[in-house]
C-alpha cells in the first residue's frame, strides 16, 4: 500500500524559511514523478512543483523562493521554502506518479497534507 507522509510544516513570519518533507513508502520511489500541490482556504488546490529524475519545474509564483529536491535512498521528497509571503499559506499536499510521464498536473497518490501559515 503507497503511503506518503508530509512533515515540516508550521507557522512562520513573512520572510522566514521552511521545509516540507514527504516520506513515501509501498512503492519504488525513484520511478515515480514527485509533485507539491497546495491548497489555501476557499480556494482550489494548485500545483506548486514537481520533480521527475533530476527536472524540476515551478509554478511562476513561487520561481526563485521554493526549492524541490529528492532523496531516492530515504524515499523522501522535499520542498524548501525561502523568502515566504503570507499568499503562500495553505495546506501543502506531496503527490506520486506511475508510469509513462502525465504531465506535471495528474498524480496516483496523494499524502494528508501539512499546513503552512505565514504571517506578516
Known amino acids: 500500500q503507497v503511503q506518503l507522509v508530509e512533515s515540516g510544516g508550521g507557522s512562520v513570519q513573512a520572510g522566514g524559511s521552511l521545509r516540507l518533507s514527504c516520506a513515501a513508502s509501498?512503492?519504488?520511489?525513484?520511478?515515480?514523478?514527485m509533485g507539491w500541490f497546495r491548497q489555501a482556504p476557499g480556494k482550489e488546490r494548485e500545483f506548486v512543483a514537481f520533480i521527475r529524475a533530476t527536472a524540476t519545474y515551478y509554478t511562476d509564483s513561487v520561481k526563485g523562493r521554493f526549492t524541490i529536491s529528492r532523496d531516492n535512498a530515504k524515499n523522501t521528497v522535499y520542498l524548501q521554502m525561502n523568502s515566504l509571503k503570507p499568499e503562500d499559506t495553505a495546506v501543502y499536499y506531496c503527490?506520486?506518479?506511475?508510469?509513462?510521464?502525465?504531465?506535471?498536473?495528474?498524480?496516483?497518490?496523494w499524502g494528508q497534507g501539512t499546513q503552512v501559515t505565514v504571517s506578516s
Open positions: 509501498g512503492l519504488t520511489f525513484s520511478s515515480y514523478a
Open positions: 503527490a506520486a506518479q506511475a508510469g509513462p510521464w502525465r504531465g506535471p498536473q495528474s498524480y496516483d497518490y
